[in-house]
């Protein structure tokens, strides 16, 4: 059963969703100067709800270094944070006003058995 689904309706009297641009990461080529350069899939239209990152979530993320704004995102769908071990850069985000947001660490991943992720997202200077 999809909770998110189900509650999204009466969260977005509140707190409107947004469309966003989504990119897959495809992980690394490597450039002309050997160094690493991220390649993404293309982009998908996606519903996003954002919100402020509660203080469990502050709890959960706080030894992973991360600066700059953040924000929690959830969507339809299964999202992928930063995975080192499978070389893997993090999924990308774009809203309607051309922010881009990295997808930096998963806070909870249901999208196999209800269909939803919640994610934290930083923002990044550029595209």
């Known amino acids: 059963m999809n909770l998110q689904n189900i509650v999204s309706g009466y969260v977005a ?6 469309t966003g641009q989504y990119q897959q990461s495809n992980g690394y080529t490597t450039g002309a100067n050997f160094k690493p350069v991220p390649s993404y899939a293309a982009a998908i239209s996606v519903q996003i709800q954002m919100q402020a990152l509660t203080y469990r979530d502050l709890t959960q993320i706080s030894g992973l270094n991360i600066n700059g704004e953040a924000r929690a995102m959830y969507i339809n769908g299964n999202i992928e944070g930063v995975d080192r071990a499978a070389e893997r850069g993090g999924d990308i985000i774009t809203l309607p006003d051309n922010s881009v947001w990295l997808v930096v660490h998963v806070l909870e991943n249901w999208s196999t058995t209800s269909g ?3 994610f934290v997202v930083t923002k990044q200077n550029g595209a």
Not at 13 to 18: G, K, M, Q
């Open 13 to 18: 009297a509140v707190n409107p969703t947004i």
């Open 116 to 118: 939803w992720t919640k």
